[in-house]
């Protein structure tokens, strides 16, 4: 099974079937779109879909597109713009004007080997960038450091942003998926890591304790059962990764925190009280942690929550507000 987030990789199957494959892009949006800049589509010769470039009815009206580009070999830029009387009948919930640039795979578009770079990449949590001119249909394939675009594209990485630049090239930022690593599989761990895979991340869960990281109370999640530094270590948090410790416990939230402060890791927090927090600075900088300060504690934005399913509402929003706002 293709994921809902896959379009590239479901384009690159579909081209190998035979079947053919056109790519859709958002390449600029003005007013309330509802699919941000760089959302793709993926359409098969079939009229198969993976992904959406609006959530509503321009959808439908991309892939009789995407299909004329298929027949002829020729991308297009499409641009798709309504009044706020006529936006719901169409799909742009609140009015608004997308940009999209439809491209087949193949000779005439999307080179497949290209392609296959780009789905490589993805599955190798590389960050890199398609680069297109949309003047000339020429394409470029690049992590960012020797291009003529680089500093521009390091930019982009960080911020998590796809994007026209001066000149008419539009960058795709292809970022690697975003993870979170939970330690402890406790009972805020429940609702957290549900809400983490909404949201688009990949959760694994770190305890040693079979009790708690059971397949029972979490069923079809990863759960790794090292010690909480090794599994830490394995696991290897990269710059697309939220870290959070739920446990309480010094011997396994200390050992992975130590591993995740050296790590690029964008959000560490932890679970606990101002006081436990004060303790737990103590022990880290008796460690020699010197970069404490990137600890988020008590973890999660302050919202007054109670239950394990309102506390892990609140963790989720302080991480997606460090990931978006402090990038």
Known sequence: MIA???APGAALRWQADGEGAAMATVVETWGSAPRPVGSQLAISGAGEMVG??????????????????????????????VADEEAFAVGLACGGTIRVMVEPVGQSGIAPDMLGA??????ERRAVAMITDLGTWSRRLTAGPGDALGDRIAARMRSDRSGLEDGGAFVAIHNPPLRMIVVGAVH????LVAMARICGYDPVLIDPRGAFGSAARFPGERIVDDWSDEAMAALAPDARTAVVTLTHDPKLDDPALLVALQSPAFYVGCLGSTRTHAKRLDRLRAAGVKNTSRLHAPVGLAIGARSPAEIAVAIMAEVTQVLRQES
């Open 4 to 6: 809902h987030d896959d």
């Open 52 to 81: 959406s470039v609006s959530g509503g009815c321009v959808d439908g009206a991309v892939v009789a597109e995407a299909m004329a580009s298929l027949a002829d070999g020729a991308p297009r830029l499409l641009t798709y713009g």
């Open 118 to 123: 780009l789905v490589t990449a993805r599955t």
């Open 188 to 191: 805020i761990a429940q609702p």
